[in-house]
């Protein structure tokens, strides 16, 4: 037989010890199972955060984008150019991880400088209520999209770790599992035939006696 383990001895040693392999290879496949399904779950959740959310993205960006016209109609290119260049930079982005279902996905968080507050970074003199609309518009579709980044690569590290458990599973199933099972009917058909040899054995024996 081809599709047995390489090695085995037919001995009652061996075959118990694959009936005991056969056990924690079948419960190993029925852990993994329930991981691979509880990570497919954790995806599907994640994957109904994605749209909603780039679409808050687009609409906070077209609103910022619509009142920084406005805002550029009413104090001009140049006033506007300035203004930003004395801006400081006031963003970071905290990279961290966490772990859901045994598996490393990562975690963003934009931290602002100063601590975060309603009033935008620059004078109220010379500047239209327009620019601040803009500006609290552009702040928050940056945290909308930090968290975008954080799904969508939340999504690849489990897709990534689905695809691999799966692949374990079907190796259990497909591979390992079969081989034990026919090794250790190969082993239980060599045993038999032995046992039918010796029982023989000792009856032409008693018929000589």
């Known amino acids: 037989m081809s ?4 090695g085995a001895r037919p001995t009652r040693m061996e075959l118990i010890a694959l009936r005991r392999r056969r056990r924690i290879a079948e419960k190993g496949r029925d852990l993994l199972e329930e991981k691979r399904d509880a990570l497919i779950m954790e995806l599907f959740n994640f994957i109904g955060e994605v749209a909603p959310l780039r679409t808050k993205v687009l609409e906070t960006l077209k609103k910022a984008y619509s009142t920084y016209t406005e805002a550029e109609m009413l104090m001009g290119v140049t006033k506007l150019r300035e203004l930003s260049e004395t801006v400081p ?3 970071e982005i905290d990279v961290g991880s966490r772990s859901i279902i045994g598996v490393q996905i990562p975690s963003f968080q934009l931290l602002e400088k100063p601590p975060p507050g309603r009033l935008p970074p620059y004078g109220f003199l010379e500047t239209t209520s327009k620019l601040d609309e803009s500006t609290l518009s ?4 940056l945290r ?3 968290k975008l980044a954080e799904i969508e690569a939340t999504l690849r590290r489990l897709s990534e770790a689905v695809i691999t458990v799966r692949r374990r599973v079907n190796s259990l199933d497909y591979i390992m599992i079969p081989r034990i ?3 250790i009917r190969f082993i239980e058909m060599h045993l038999e035939e032995r046992s039918r040899e010796d029982f023989f054995r000792l009856k032409r024996m008693k018929a000589r006696a």
């Open 181 to 183: 099972v026919n090794t």
């Open 3 to 6: 599709n047995i383990i390489p």
């Open 89 to 91: 930079d006031r963003f």
């Open 138 to 141: 552009l702040v928050e579709a």
């Open 144 to 146: 909308n999209v930090v």
